[in-house]
């Protein structure tokens, strides 16, 4: 087997691991449907923006995915961290059931949800959607000035980086007023999960947590 043969049956799988995680990611994480009896964090403008930086990001790293002809070590180091990702997300969203809404939005009678990937950390779903980005955002860095030499510095800022930035921030603020208002509705139960589970990092708490 030559040289080239082994680089292009890489990049094959390489190619279908990664268009296999952007569909369970799609299905799991970007359950757009508003539900029965959700209601608003923030105004619909901000909730469709987000969905379009959402679709934007997953778009580019698909689009970059298939273009790719040459891989390293990096790239699967990339491809390992969407990969945690995507499996928090659905681990996520099968333990919400009914419960589950998308970012910005909230149930006027939530459920506190613990089982699961719920045991580990209290916002699974923003933790790994946030390990995808960070996976597929690398990636684009590592591959984009290979496809596109000229104009990939450009493109990365104008219109990667915003879309990047607002969805991560978007994401830890909503993660912060579901908190905030879990603990308005459920009072001593919600605070006694907090004592017990991470805001975001599994196992790792914040001082602040501790105290």
């Keep these: 087997m030559t040289a080239t043969t082994s680089n292009e049956i890489a990049v094959r799988i390489f190619q279908i691991t990664a268009g296999t995680l952007a569909g369970f ?53 990339d491809l390992a961290l969407m990969a945690s990702g995507t499996a928090f997300v659905a681990a996520a969203k099968h333990a919400l059931g009914k419960a589950h809404t998308f970012t910005g939005q909230y149930l006027e009678k939530p459920k506190l949800v613990t089982r699961g990937i719920y045991a580990f950390t209290r916002n699974p779903l923003y933790f790994g959607v946030l390990q995808c980005e960070l996976g597929a955002s690398l990636l684009v860095i590592h591959q984009t000035p290979g496809l596109l ?63």
Excluded: H
Aim: aromatic share 18%.
């Design 25 to 77: 990611f799609l299905y799991y994480g970007m359950d757009v449907r508003r539900k029965d009896g959700a209601k608003d964090f923030v105004a619909l403008v901000w909730q469709k923006l987000m969905k379009f930086c959402s679709f934007l990001l997953v778009g580019v790293a698909v689009w970059i995915t298939l273009s790719v002809r040459q891989l390293n070590a990096t790239d699967w180091l």
């Design 149 to 211: 030499p000229r104009i990939y510095l450009y493109w990365l800022t104008v219109l990667a980086m915003p879309a990047l930035l607002y969805a991560v921030s978007f994401n830890w603020v909503m993660a912060v007023c579901e908190s905030r208002y879990l603990e308005s509705i459920l009072g001593e139960e919600y605070r006694r999960y907090c004592a017990e589970v991470p805001f975001f990092v599994p196992w790792i708490r914040s001082k602040k947590e501790v105290k």
